[in-house]
């Protein structure tokens, strides 16, 4: 074992911020981080990302063992740990640190720390597994995919390389699939529906911006009450009527690209059956493709021919 000969002065790295940090901006725009949700910054420094996203209307907490030791160290829907991992010189530390930010976290984990290109950036000398910068603090670089590797490990489910050197670990996997199937097929919207006229209305909407019908089951509660009654055969010649052709034709084919990206990224994180995925790609696979096997083919096709630089 490396004898310990300083004190490490994690505090140091901390800096003040003003807005949200890349990390905690980064769940936002993906959606993990919305109104209401309760968060935990674990580690949270000197507190810019709470404040920020308490402002945001979330119900947010910081704890950190100098700035904030008295901070609130409860479960929450998400937590975050930003930039902490890389500080912690000891292996075991590092490790222990994370499992308890994971056992704090209900529905997701969001895990950023400092990537190998950042090394010119650092001024120190190389010590045990990482860096002793002149501040006298200390930095573990990760490499491409090894955060993701090592949060995997830690944790034992798959996670998502979100942005270079941020991951996302979610507890159930259901949320993971559902993180990729917005990432390539964004939730449509629906118009508020009062009466039928306007129900039908959102039906033509979603027909020529998804490129297929809508299944009863994906729509909300108010449609369904209006037009639950409606045949099927004549509620799709209506809106078919209804829908600019060239629209839900652009639309479909878009849609079947979209869900080829989506099992095309899946291979990389392991497909499950069919009724694994979310419920809008299953719907996309069933009106865009023969079946289940022949879109995954074609994905796997879509992935070989990105090696042609042709």
């Not at 490790?95 to 308890?100: A, K, V």
């Not at 573990?140 to 090592?150: C, P, T």
Request: aromatic share 8%; proline share 5%.
């Amino acid at each position: 074992m490396t004898q310990q000969l300083w004190n490490s002065q994690r505090h140091q790295t901390a800096i003040s911020r003003v807005g949200l940090s890349l990390p905690a901006r980064r769940a936002v725009g993906d959606l993990q981080l919305e109104p209401e949700t309760g968060v935990l910054d674990y580690g949270c420094g000197r507190g810019g990302d709470v404040r920020a996203l308490q402002h945001l209307g979330l119900d947010a907490a910081g704890w950190d063992p100098v700035h904030f030791p008295d901070g609130r160290r409860e479960p929450a829907d998400v937590v975050l740990l930003t930039y902490v991992l890389n500080v912690i010189e000891k292996p075991a530390e590092r490790r222990e640190t994370l499992l308890r930010a994971w056992g704090l976290a209900k529905s997701a984990l969001v895990v950023s720390a400092r990537m190998r290109w950042e090394r010119n950036q650092i001024k120190g000398t190389e010590y045990g597994d990482g860096i002793l910068t002149r501040r006298r603090t200390f930095q573990h670089l990760y490499a491409a995919g090894e955060l993701r590797d090592y949060v995997e490990e830690a944790t034992g489910v798959r996670c998502v390389s979100a942005a270079p050197g941020t991951v996302y670990a979610f507890k159930d996997d259901a949320a993971r699939l559902s993180y990729f199937a917005r990432q390539v097929t964004p939730d449509g919207g629906w118009l508020a529906s009062e009466d039928t006229a306007s129900a039908i209305t959102a039906v033509v909407a979603h027909l020529e911006e998804r490129g297929r019908m809508p299944q009863l089951e994906e729509m909300p509660q108010p449609i369904i009450r209006l037009l639950g009654h409606a045949r099927l055969a004549e509620f799709k010649r209506l809106a078919e009527q209804e829908a600019d052709p060239v629209k839900v034709e652009r639309s479909a084919e878009r849609g079947a690209l979209d869900t080829l990206l989506f099992l095309a990224l899946e291979l990389f994180h392991g497909r499950g059956p069919v009724s694994s995925l979310p419920l809008p790609v299953q719907l996309d696979i069933r009106a865009f493709f023969p079946s289940y096997a022949e879109a995954c083919q074609r994905a796997d096709r879509l992935l070989f021919r990105l090696r042609d630089d042709a």
